[in-house]
């Protein structure tokens, strides 16, 4: 399907979605997030993809919702649409896993759209920020949430309250990035893993990403019979077969999904 505001390739089982509106740093505007809620929706039921990768450009993941959009509405406007709550509701959705590869500005929206994703990928040069606190509002979308759970209370306080942008670096040590590479090698390395991925069991992956979701959700001690009860539940995959065969034999696992 042809979209205005994103570009999406599949490459060996990886699907590619980058963020395509330039001239407004990726803002985030309602036509945008139909068209991404869409590819989400087609990469995961396409047999060929095992993985995507979310991008966008070197200068900007994506700068926030779409302030211009959003300044002419009302209450009303917002509250009888939901704004902003189908992407959410996509991205709880999609079973593949999805990995954000972030470079430049990450703030607002576009932060709170890479936390959706399963982990995040930063360049050397990313900047994440939750800076709605100067536009007179709150983030409306996990970012007092989502980054509270990544990176506890007193960064998320400051990040919320000051509108400060952290660096990659920093984002690294506080555990909202799982790696940063330099700006050049960002897509390579977050197609690198996302095929790494591809190459598992598609059934591990999905029960990999319900198990560590849960962790969010559970107590502890639910947390760990959810998990464990998965586990067990594996042994009933040929995939658990083939793949410690594959081990004792000392060869490479084929797996097959089944
Ligand atoms: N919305 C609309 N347009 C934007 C946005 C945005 N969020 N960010 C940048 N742009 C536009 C600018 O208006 C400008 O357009 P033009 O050339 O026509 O004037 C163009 O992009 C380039 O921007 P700048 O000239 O400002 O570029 P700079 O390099 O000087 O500055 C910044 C880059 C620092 C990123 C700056 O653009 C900025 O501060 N942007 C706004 C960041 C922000 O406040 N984001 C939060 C938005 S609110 C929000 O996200 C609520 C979330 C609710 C949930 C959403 C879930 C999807």
New binding site residues.
Partial sequence: MAYETINVEVQDHVSLIKLNRP???N??NSVL?QELSKALEEADANDKVRCIVLTGSEK?FA??????E?SEMSFVDVFSTNL?AE?NDRFDSVRKPVIAAVSG?A????C??AMMCDFIIASETAKFGQ??I??G?I???G?SQRLTRFVGKSKSMDMNLTGRFMGAEEAERAGLVSRVVPAKKLIDEAMGAAQKIAEKSSLSAAAVKEAVNRSYELPLSEGMLFERRVFHSMFATEDQKEGMAAFLEKREAQFRDK
């Fill in positions: 001239d407004a740093l803002a985030l997030l900007a700068a926030g919702a779409d302030i211009k959003m902003f992407i500005y703030l607002g929206g576009g709170e759209i800076p709605e100067n536009l509002v983030a409306g979308m970012g």
